[in-house]
């Protein structure tokens, strides 16, 4: 069975996917018609189901064979552009409607999409076609690459890099952080041949990705010939081959080959970027080679490496290495004794960075070198005593000297390494990051042999020898042991080189895994809001559809039988109506505004279900409503006729005549008109819908006109009756219904009033939308526009209803004249101007508020000397409200000879004078107090406004030296009877003040409480500013724990400010405390005269909650005790200790035991700390802060909780298994209320 059980599975597989497959194609063939996109129904024809079914089989086929996406690709979009193509529209035109255009888009998709897949098997199957395929003489020559198979190894290497992202899941690529997922970091190994870089490599215990490679780097190491690309978890180790930078070997073919190397390297860097180069040098090498020699070498390698950093077009950080360190004489007595574990180190120097220069001087890497040998030398007699053995010291002893000679060797190197000033271009140098040594396994069993002088020869280049003339002697140096050593013991310092330095530079200390999370993770956010806003935008449609679809097949339902009912009986108005209303969609559930309903009947439904709508639709508004709507208002003209209401005999004549055809519709009329008849409309759900039913109702509706009908008697006698009413009320309604639509500025109280300060009135009316009407561009408005365009509308439309259609036929001297009528018409509009303003004055009130000041004379009083010293001021804000009302209100300097309206022009200059005049009398005469605070100063009048400034300023004076304070006397002063003459002067003239002086100045009376009441606030907040702020802001502001700050308040400041007899204390008891109720929270005066403010009050009060806590008990000494008990000690403590101090505290395992400590401490430098200590006296954490509140420091940044029921405080200390659970009563209150109560103190309170 077991063995049938991947049979049995993989058939199960097969047939349920084949089920699902042919489950759509049956779904596509079954309900394909019914689908479709708005009101396109794409798949209505059975020839294009058939051709969908086959597209989905096909899809099917070529994902189970493994064939390339693209085809899928060709295949939907060979379905989008035939099935598609006829519904897309560019304004008004169709480009995909013709067939031919469409047979010919898929037949070239299909062919690009089979000839592309048809090349590419033939190129699998015969690898010789694009030679043949050059043979031709229409295509280039064929040009076979130079280095096929380093071409061939970095292709390989970007698929099995491409291939393991991919092994990661989508969900961890974007929002986690894995080694699959970044780049890979690509380090550059380069030396010449037999250097010991593959051997550095392998030995360095790096932990190969492949297995491939794990198997190949247990192999025996052998010289590289190839570039060798090695795979670790966090980069690609690229070794290259010694002919590149070995000057034996170096030629032109050498030199093509590194650029070749260096284009695959570059190319790359989707997959894996150059991060950084190691230049590796063996010793013998180094030593054994003239300076010359040397020179010819750093110039090999900084003409290669540059080619590389050309190719990345940035800076490169370097590496240099020095390899097989271990044949210098000493090297292995040296380290003799070094553990594998210490091997681990680095032996070398990290170069300082000079931001000027990528490439650093010689001075800065000779001087670095020089710091490593001092430091070998220093160790050379502590090495030396602890062995015996004569040879090992010997070796010890010459160490030193060898690796100073070999430093020299690398100071050479490097400063031939280095660029010339005509090299130091930017971006074409290297960044030296180091030079380091090691040593991995030998690469010959045999001892290694060189030039003994060697050694002279570059110590002697500071007496001037030169080098390239030494005569070198051999001696042999030996490895004294010889013995063959396991593979992982024969290498010194390469692993931590390998491992972390070269790996952490780059990534981890440049913090680029943080970056790309965040990168990552807001990739992974837009994809997900991406996807959510795809699945609600499917979802809607979806729901959409489905909803009109419903809608559609109720729709012609309803519609076949209203249909039948209309043709073949005559239904009632009320079930008529209701049958109608069925037709309109039902709002679904959860669905505020369908777009169904957004537009008039039929919008969004296919045009020919539209049409038989609309037809029933209005064949029922013919046979139905229109006789209805034509009843009520014959009804209601015979009404009017019998009880001689002229206006609405106006209105009701003038709707009938829009229904009969004889007038244009008029929407705000009708909608008025039916508002005010809702029997009509019974069956309109809500009054939302009554404004779109009415515009489809009156202007896509036309309308059978009976002019000859039984009813125009009853219409001439309406006419008779309105002709002999004035007309100047119709047509001044009939325009201003024609001004609602018209938008001017209004001017409200505060363009009236322009002040930085707060209005000192308020607006108590209405302001509609008209009030825009009533001011100077009203005025300007209503003698251009109206004038020549809405008044003679008005005049038509107005002599049509009076007349009919024989109003062309009338004699001449039936309409009124025109200009007169205008006359007429204008002083309505006066009329309404003046009533407008009057209101507007009428209902200002002072916005001053005035509250806690006892009884309503105190509040009047405060608001008479508050209104009289604005007056007296300057920048008055009445004076300035009265100057602009009364500029709104004179109408007659308006109209210049440069601004004079169409009929002023025309008239003679007398009557443009009396036309100004009347205006004057009409709206001037109630504002003919205000008018005179704008007139010149040489016209007489009663009371200027110099004289009314006097009074007021009289009146302000002569109360404050009068001391008017009792209720008789301020009854006195109201009722004009005064033994002031200035009072007696002033009141005499209070009625012929403007609006609104005298309604202000009859029920307000004047005190300056309030203002005494201020500057007892301002006078007592000054004596606690100086006694009790600025103390406070100096000792205590911004210190712990007022504040999150390392500096602590002094105890002693603390006691002065909080302590019983404290300044706090001290204040409030002498001023304060007979006058304020503590009880209360929060604090209150329970007197009237309030002494200070109450945002000063809070300031005692919140000293009296700290003085609760520091001097429990009214204690006249600052501290108090607190008791701690160990719940709870975790088995790995042994002990806990705890020191305040002078007091000692241990706990261990047993008994719980309380202790009381006292805070503050006595000492000068008091500390507080907590120590757990294992079994083994190891300290496992330690607890420690000093100061004065250094309690209260480690009480709130501890883990604690507090227990409500007990008033204790429970602490925890450590975790898991080093955790302690502490317990501390004594504080009364948890501790985040504590330190809440000394951060919420602020002394920064300013009157």
């Given at each position: 069975?077991?063995?049938?059980?991947?049979v049995f599975?993989?058939?199960?597989?097969?047939?349920l996917?084949?089920?699902?497959?042919?489950?759509?194609?049956?779904?596509?063939?079954?309900?394909?018609?019914?689908?479709?996109?708005?009101?396109?129904?794409p798949?209505v024809?059975?020839?294009?189901?058939?051709?969908?079914?086959?597209?989905?089989?096909?899809c099917?086929?070529?994902?189970?064979?493994?064939?390339?996406?693209?085809l899928i690709?060709?295949?939907?979009?060979?379905?989008?552009?035939w099935?598609?193509g006829?519904?897309?529209?560019l304004g008004?035109?169709?480009?995909?409607?013709s067939?031919?255009?469409?047979f010919l888009?898929?037949?070239?998709?299909?062919?690009?999409?089979?000839?592309?897949?048809?090349?590419?098997?033939?190129?699998?199957?015969d690898g010789?076609?694009?030679?043949k395929?050059?043979?031709l003489?229409?295509?280039?020559?064929?040009?076979?690459?130079?280095?096929?198979?380093?071409t061939?190894?970095f292709?390989d290497?970007?698929?099995i890099?491409r291939?393991?992202?991919?092994q990661v899941?989508?969900?961890?690529?974007?929002f986690c952080?894995?080694?699959?997922?970044?780049q890979?970091?690509?380090?550059?190994?380069?030396g010449?041949?037999?250097?010991g870089?593959?051997?550095?490599?392998?030995?360095?215990?790096?932990i190969?990705?492949?297995?491939s490679?794990?198997?190949?780097?247990?192999?025996?190491?052998?010289?590289?010939?190839?570039?060798?690309?090695?795979?670790?978890?966090?980069?690609l180790w690229?070794?290259?081959?010694?002919r590149?930078?070995?000057?034996?070997?170096?030629?032109?073919?050498?030199?093509?080959?590194?650029h070749?190397l260096?284009?695959?390297?570059?190319?790359m860097k989707a997959?894996a970027?150059?991060?950084?180069?190691i230049?590796?040098?063996?010793?013998?090498?180094l030593?054994s080679s003239?300076?010359?020699?040397?020179?010819?070498?750093?110039?090999?390698?900084r003409?290669?490496?540059?080619?590389?950093?050309?190719?990345?077009?940035?800076?490169?950080?370097?590496?240099?290495?020095?390899?097989?360190v271990?044949?210098?004489?000493?090297?292995?007595?040296?380290f003799h004794?070094?553990?594998?574990?210490?091997?681990h180190?680095?032996?070398?120097?990290?170069?300082?960075?000079?931001?000027?220069?990528?490439?650093?001087?010689?001075e800065i890497?000779?001087?670095?070198l020089?710091?490593?040998?001092d430091?070998?030398?220093?160790?050379?007699l502590?090495k030396?005593h602890?062995?015996?053995d004569?040879?090992?010291?010997?070796?010890?002893?010459?160490?030193?000297?060898?690796?100073?000679?070999?430093?020299?060797a690398?100071?050479?190197?490097s400063?031939?390494?280095?660029?010339?000033?005509?090299?130091?271009?930017?971006?074409?140098v290297l960044?030296?990051?180091?030079?380091?040594?090691?040593?991995s396994?030998?690469?010959?069993?045999?001892?290694?042999?060189?030039?003994?002088?060697l050694?002279?020869?570059?110590?002697?280049?500071?007496?001037g020898?030169?080098?390239s003339?030494?005569?070198?002697?051999?001696?042999?140096?030996?490895?004294?042991n010889?013995?063959t050593?396991?593979?992982?013991f024969?290498?010194?310092?390469?692993?931590?080189?390998?491992?972390?330095?070269?790996?952490?530079d780059?990534?981890?200390?440049?913090s680029?895994?943080q970056k790309r999370?965040?990168?990552?993770?807001?990739r992974?956010?837009l994809?997900?809001?991406?996807?959510t806003?795809?699945?609600?935008?499917?979802?809607?449609?979806t729901?959409s559809?489905?909803?009109?679809?419903?809608?559609?097949?109720?729709?012609?339902?309803?519609?076949?039988?209203?249909?039948?009912?209309?043709?073949?009986?005559q239904?009632?108005?009320?079930?008529?109506l209701?049958k109608?209303?069925?037709?309109?969609?039902?709002?679904?559930?959860g669905?505020?505004?369908?777009h169904?309903l957004?537009g008039?009947?039929?919008?969004?439904?296919?045009g020919?279900?539209?049409?038989?709508i609309?037809?029933?639709y209005?064949?029922?508004?013919?046979d139905?409503?229109?006789?209805?709507?034509?009843?009520?208002?014959?009804?209601?003209?015979s009404?009017?006729?019998?009880g001689?209401?002229p206006?609405?005999?106006?209105?009701?004549l003038?709707?009938?005549?829009?229904l009969?055809g004889?007038?244009?519709?008029?929407?705000?009329?009708?909608?008025?008109?039916f508002?005010?008849?809702p029997?009509l409309?019974?069956?309109?759900?809500?009054?939302d819908?009554?404004p779109?039913l009415l515009r489809?109702?009156f202007?896509?509706?036309?309308?059978?006109?009976?002019?000859?009908?039984?009813?125009?008697?009853m219409?001439?006698?309406?006419r008779?009756?309105?002709?002999?009413?004035?007309?100047?009320?119709?047509l001044y309604?009939d325009?201003?219904?024609?001004?609602?639509?018209?938008?001017?500025?209004?001017?409200?109280?505060?363009?009236?009033?322009?002040?930085?300060h707060?209005?000192?009135?308020t607006?108590?009316?209405?302001?509609?939308?008209?009030?825009g009407?009533?001011?100077l561009?009203?005025?300007?408005y209503?003698?251009?526009q109206?004038?020549?365009?809405?008044f003679p509308l008005?005049?038509?439309r107005?002599?049509?209803?009076?007349?009919?259609?024989?109003?062309?036929?009338?004699?001449?001297?039936?309409?009124?004249?025109?200009?007169?009528?205008w006359?007429?018409v204008?002083?309505?509009?006066?009329?309404?101007?003046?009533?407008?303003?009057?209101d507007f004055?009428?209902?200002l009130q002072?916005?001053?508020?005035?509250?806690?000041?006892?009884?309503?004379?105190?509040?009047?009083?405060?608001r008479?000397?508050?209104?009289?010293?604005?007056?007296?001021?300057?920048?008055s804000?009445?004076?300035?409200?009265?100057?602009?009302?009364?500029?709104q209100t004179?109408l007659a300097?308006?109209q210049?000879e440069d601004?004079?309206?169409t009929?002023?022009r025309s008239a003679t200059?007398?009557?443009?004078?009396?036309?100004?005049q009347q205006?004057?009398?009409?709206?001037?005469?109630?504002?003919i107090?205000?008018h005179?605070f704008?007139?010149?100063?040489?016209?007489h009048?009663?009371?200027?406004l110099?004289?009314?400034?006097?009074?007021?300023t009289q009146?302000?004076?002569?109360?404050?030296?009068?001391?008017v304070?009792?209720?008789?006397?301020?009854k006195t002063?109201?009722s004009g009877q005064?033994?002031a003459s200035?009072?007696?002067?002033?009141?005499?003239?209070?009625?012929?003040?403007?609006?609104?002086?005298p309604?202000?100045?009859?029920?307000?009376?004047?005190?300056?409480?309030?203002?005494v009441?201020?500057?007892?606030?301002a006078?007592?907040a000054q004596?606690?500013?100086q006694?009790?702020?600025?103390?406070?802001?100096?000792?205590?502001m911004g210190?712990?724990?007022?504040?999150?700050?390392?500096?602590?308040?002094?105890?002693?400041?603390?006691?002065?400010?909080?302590?019983?007899?404290?300044k706090?204390?001290?204040y409030f008891?002498?001023?304060l405390?007979?006058?304020v109720?503590?009880r209360?929270?929060?604090?209150?005066?329970?007197?009237a005269?309030?002494?200070?403010?109450?945002?000063?009050?809070?300031?005692?009060?919140?000293?009296?909650?700290?003085?609760?806590?520091?001097?429990?008990?009214s204690?006249?000494?600052?501290g108090f005790?607190?008791t701690?008990?160990?719940?709870?000690?975790a088995?790995?403590?042994?002990?806990?200790?705890?020191d305040?101090?002078?007091?000692?505290?241990r706990y261990v395992?047993?008994?719980?035991?309380?202790?009381?400590?006292?805070?503050?401490?006595?000492?000068?430098?008091?500390?507080?700390?907590?120590?757990?200590?294992?079994?083994?006296?190891r300290?496992?954490w330690?607890?420690?802060e000093?100061?004065?509140?250094?309690?209260?420091?480690?009480?709130?940044?501890?883990?604690?909780?507090?227990?409500?029921?007990?008033?204790?405080?429970?602490?925890?200390?450590g975790?898991?298994?080093?955790?302690?659970?502490?317990a501390?009563?004594?504080?009364g209150t948890?501790?985040?209320?504590?330190?809440?109560?000394?951060?919420q103190?602020?002394?920064?309170?300013?009157e």
């Amino acid at each position: 069975m077991e063995l049938l059980k991947p049979v049995f599975t993989k058939l199960v597989g097969r047939l349920l996917v084949a089920s699902v497959v042919l489950l759509l194609c049956c779904m596509v063939a079954l309900y394909g018609d019914q689908w479709g996109i708005g009101h396109s129904y794409p798949l209505v024809s059975p020839y294009h189901r058939g051709m969908l079914s086959v597209s989905i089989l096909l899809c099917a086929l070529t994902l189970y064979y493994g064939l390339p996406r693209y085809l899928i690709m060709a295949l939907v979009s060979i379905n989008l552009v035939w099935l598609l193509g006829p519904f897309v529209t560019l304004g008004e035109i169709k480009p995909l409607d013709s067939i031919l255009l469409r047979f010919l888009i898929c037949v070239a998709i299909a062919m690009l999409a089979l000839g592309y897949y048809l090349a590419v098997i033939a190129v699998q199957t015969d690898g010789a076609l694009a030679q043949k395929f050059s043979s031709l003489p229409f295509l280039p020559q064929y040009v076979p690459p130079r280095y096929p198979q380093l071409t061939r190894c970095f292709k390989d290497w970007r698929k099995i890099l491409r291939n393991l992202k991919r092994q990661v899941p989508l969900s961890k690529r974007l929002f986690c952080h894995t080694s699959a997922n970044d780049q890979q970091a690509c380090i550059v190994m380069v030396g010449p041949s037999q250097s010991g870089k593959t051997s550095a490599l392998l030995n360095a215990e790096l932990i190969w990705t492949l297995p491939s490679q794990q198997q190949v780097a247990q192999q025996p190491i052998t010289s590289t010939e190839h570039s060798e690309l090695w795979l670790t978890d966090n980069a690609l180790w690229c070794d290259t081959p010694g002919r590149y930078f070995d000057p034996t070997l170096a030629t032109r073919e050498t030199a093509d080959e590194w650029h070749e190397l260096a284009k695959q390297l570059v190319g790359m860097k989707a997959v894996a970027k150059v991060d950084a180069i190691i230049l590796v040098i063996d010793c013998p090498r180094l030593l054994s080679s003239t300076a010359r020699q040397l020179t010819e070498y750093a110039a090999l390698c900084r003409a290669n490496l540059r080619v590389l950093q050309q190719q990345t077009d940035r800076p490169l950080p370097f590496y240099i290495f020095i390899s097989q360190v271990d044949h210098l004489v000493g090297f292995r007595e040296y380290f003799h004794e070094l553990s594998p574990k210490e091997r681990h180190q680095l032996l070398g120097e990290k170069i300082e960075q000079d931001p000027n220069m990528p490439f650093p001087r010689i001075e800065i890497i000779s001087r670095q070198l020089g710091s490593m040998v001092d430091r070998i030398e220093k160790q050379v007699l502590a090495k030396q005593h602890q062995v015996e053995d004569v040879s090992i010291r010997k070796g010890i002893e010459c160490f030193p000297e060898n690796i100073e000679a070999l430093t020299r060797a690398i100071v050479f190197f490097s400063e031939q390494m280095s660029p010339s000033r005509t090299e130091g271009i930017p971006n074409s140098v290297l960044a030296l990051q180091g030079i380091y040594l090691g040593c991995s396994e030998l690469c010959r069993e045999s001892t290694y042999t060189y030039p003994q002088s060697l050694i002279r020869q570059w110590q002697g280049q500071s007496h001037g020898t030169d080098p390239s003339e030494v005569i070198a002697d051999k001696v042999s140096v030996s490895d004294k042991n010889g013995e063959t050593l396991p593979r992982s013991f024969r290498h010194y310092f390469i692993k931590t080189f390998f491992h972390h330095l070269i790996i952490d530079d780059y990534r981890l200390r440049q913090s680029l895994y943080q970056k790309r999370f965040l990168t990552r993770f807001r990739r992974g956010a837009l994809f997900i809001a991406i996807l959510t806003l795809g699945a609600m935008t499917v979802y809607g449609m979806t729901m959409s559809y489905y909803t009109n679809q419903r809608y559609l097949a109720d729709s012609r339902q309803a519609l076949t039988r209203l249909d039948q009912q209309v043709r073949t009986t005559q239904l009632p108005f009320d079930l008529a109506l209701n049958k109608l209303n069925q037709l309109m969609p039902t709002r679904p559930v959860g669905l505020e505004s369908p777009h169904f309903l957004s537009g008039d009947w039929g919008l969004t439904m296919p045009g020919q279900w539209a049409d038989e709508i609309n037809t029933v639709y209005n064949q029922w508004l013919i046979d139905h409503l229109l006789p209805r709507v034509e009843k009520v208002t014959l009804d209601e003209l015979s009404t009017q006729l019998s009880g001689g209401d002229p206006q609405r005999l106006f209105t009701t004549l003038n709707v009938y005549l829009m229904l009969q055809g004889e007038l244009e519709s008029d929407s705000a009329l009708l909608e008025t008109w039916f508002a005010s008849h809702p029997v009509l409309l019974s069956a309109v759900e809500s009054k939302d819908n009554l404004p779109p039913l009415l515009r489809r109702l009156f202007r896509q509706t036309t309308w059978q006109a009976s002019v000859d009908s039984a009813d125009w008697p009853m219409i001439n006698a309406a006419r008779q009756i309105l002709l002999q009413q004035p007309l100047t009320t119709f047509l001044y309604q009939d325009i201003v219904r024609q001004l609602g639509v018209v938008s001017l500025p209004i001017i409200d109280l505060p363009q009236l009033i322009t002040s930085s300060h707060p209005l000192l009135f308020t607006f108590q009316g209405k302001v509609n939308s008209s009030a825009g009407r009533y001011n100077l561009l009203g005025v300007q408005y209503w003698d251009n526009q109206v004038f020549t365009t809405h008044f003679p509308l008005a005049v038509a439309r107005v002599k049509k209803i009076l007349y009919g259609n024989r109003h062309a036929n009338a004699p001449a001297q039936l309409p009124i004249e025109q200009q007169g009528l205008w006359q007429q018409v204008t002083l309505l509009y006066l009329k309404e101007y003046r009533q407008y303003w009057q209101d507007f004055l009428n209902g200002l009130q002072l916005n001053l508020s005035v509250t806690d000041l006892g009884s309503k004379q105190g509040k009047q009083r405060h608001r008479i000397e508050y209104l009289l010293k604005d007056f007296t001021s300057q920048d008055s804000q009445l004076r300035q409200l009265l100057r602009n009302v009364a500029q709104q209100t004179q109408l007659a300097p308006l109209q210049q000879e440069d601004e004079r309206s169409t009929l002023s022009r025309s008239a003679t200059q007398a009557q443009d004078f009396q036309d100004r005049q009347q205006k004057r009398e009409n709206v001037d005469h109630y504002f003919i107090a205000l008018h005179r605070f704008i007139e010149t100063p040489t016209s007489h009048t009663l009371l200027s406004l110099d004289q009314l400034e006097l009074a007021l300023t009289q009146l302000y004076i002569t109360m404050q030296a009068t001391g008017v304070t009792t209720a008789s006397q301020l009854k006195t002063l109201v009722s004009g009877q005064g033994e002031a003459s200035g009072l007696n002067a002033f009141l005499l003239h209070l009625n012929q003040l403007p609006q609104p002086l005298p309604q202000l100045f009859e029920t307000l009376l004047s005190v300056a409480q309030q203002q005494v009441t201020q500057q007892t606030w301002a006078v007592n907040a000054q004596q606690i500013n100086q006694e009790i702020i600025r103390y406070c802001r100096q000792h205590l502001m911004g210190r712990y724990p007022f504040a999150t700050s390392g500096v602590e308040a002094d105890p002693r400041a603390v006691a002065e400010m909080f302590s019983p007899q404290g300044k706090l204390t001290r204040y409030f008891t002498q001023y304060l405390a007979d006058k304020v109720d503590t009880r209360h929270r929060p604090w209150r005066f329970v007197t009237a005269d309030q002494t200070i403010s109450p945002r000063l009050l809070t300031l005692f009060e919140q000293g009296e909650k700290i003085q609760q806590q520091l001097f429990p008990q009214s204690s006249q000494q600052l501290g108090f005790e607190l008791t701690l008990a160990v719940k709870d000690l975790a088995n790995g403590i042994t002990q806990l200790m705890i020191d305040n101090d002078d007091q000692q505290f241990r706990y261990v395992h047993g008994p719980i035991l309380q202790q009381k400590i006292r805070w503050p401490a006595l000492s000068q430098s008091p500390s507080f700390q907590i120590r757990a200590v294992a079994a083994e006296g190891r300290p496992l954490w330690n607890i420690e802060e000093n100061g004065y509140w250094g309690l209260f420091r480690w009480l709130e940044r501890s883990k604690k909780q507090f227990v409500s029921r007990s008033r204790q405080t429970v602490i925890t200390l450590g975790e898991g298994s080093e955790q302690a659970l502490l317990a501390v009563d004594g504080l009364g209150t948890s501790v985040p209320h504590l330190i809440r109560l000394f951060r919420q103190f602020d002394c920064s309170i300013t009157e």
